[in-house]
């Protein structure tokens, strides 16, 4: 079975600091893929980025940072120096290979403090 | 290049009525898909298309809800005889066609309120 968590319901920090979130996923499969999303208070899910269950490389796209740990089953979302436009609540989602839908974590909330 | 649209982007009803939301994907995406989120959820699968055959269904679709692609481009999701339990956010979803997963790019959403 496919399984998604978010343990951090709601996040808080204050602007520029660092922020990890957490994501842990099940599934039998061995060729799967993770997924990311962002939900801002507008409310469309925008797409931030794809891993597959093959690569392990850590992936940086400017202040946002992933850790793929396949030993762990986790794949975990860090923004440095955060901001306030970073508010917003975070879907970690896992789809495997040959079967397109995507299951979701139930998200965490961010808030960035001015 | 315009972004998924779905329409209308809000739907207050009267339990019991029936409801149709339209989704429009990216022109170039051959996959259509249709997610239900509720409050402080994520969104859940309810079913999806490749071009115009409807190729898996959830579980949470129950006989009331119908969703249609007859051209293999715009989809249309009915819900029949609504129910309080109907009161979510039903999101439309598209992607290419291929081996890999591709990513979903998601349109704002329908939100739908039963009195």
């Known amino acids: 079975a496919q399984k998604v968590t978010q343990a951090q319901t709601e996040i808080s920090v204050v602007e520029k600091e660092d922020v990890t979130l957490d994501c842990v996923y099940e599934?039998?499969?061995?060729?799967?893929?993770l997924f990311w999303y962002k939900q801002p208070p507008s409310g469309e899910l925008v797409f931030l980025i794809r891993r597959n269950s093959f690569d392990e490389q850590n992936e940086i796209s400017g202040r946002y940072s992933w850790n793929f740990q396949k030993s762990t089953s986790s794949f975990n979302f860090t923004i440095t120096a955060s901001q306030v436009v970073d508010s917003a609540v975070y879907f970690c989602?896992?789809?495997?290979?040959?079967?397109?839908?995507?299951?979701f974590g139930k998200g965490t909330r961010l808030h960035i403090l001015p | 290049d315009t972004g998924v649209s779905q329409d209308p982007r809000h739907k207050i009803t009267k339990r019991g009525q029936n409801v149709t939301f339209r989704c429009d994907p990216i022109?170039?995406?051959?996959?259509l898909y249709w997610y239900r989120q509720t409050l402080g959820q994520g969104p859940e699968f309810l079913t999806y298309f490749q071009n115009e055959a409807q190729l898996e269904k959830s579980r949470l679709l129950s006989d009331r809800f119908s969703a249609e692609r007859p051209k293999g481009s715009f989809s249309t999701l009915e819900i029949q005889r609504t129910e309080q339990g109907d009161s979510a956010m039903y999101l439309c979803?598209?992607?290419?066609?291929?081996?890999?997963?591709?990513?979903?790019?998601f349109g704002d959403g329908t939100r739908l309120s039963i009195l």
């Open positions: 989602a896992l789809s495997e290979a040959g079967d397109d839908k995507i299951i």
């Open positions: 599934t039998r499969d061995t060729t799967y893929y």
């Open positions: 022109s170039e995406h051959n996959r």
């Open positions: 979803a598209s992607s290419l066609a291929g081996p890999q997963n591709q990513p979903q790019h």
